[in-house]
């Protein structure tokens, strides 16, 4: 049965720091389960 639920995760963790703290695997996991969108700091905030 395939219910096509979407899941969003947010981190303000870096590739890097999800590796240092969850170990490379789940950093290599989550990078074939999950879209990658990056926001720069420069970005205007766009919640009401």
Do not use: G, W
């Not at 639920?5 to 950093?27: C, D, F, G, P, Q």
Request: charged share 35%; hydrophobic share 35%; no cysteine.
């Amino acid at each position: 049965m395939n219910l096509d639920i979407k899941t969003h995760i947010t981190t303000n963790l870096s590739a890097s720091e999800i590796e240092k703290y969850y170990t490379e695997r789940v950093r290599s996991r989550l990078r074939q389960m999950i879209n990658v969108l990056s926001v720069t700091a420069e970005r205007k905030d766009k919640r009401i």
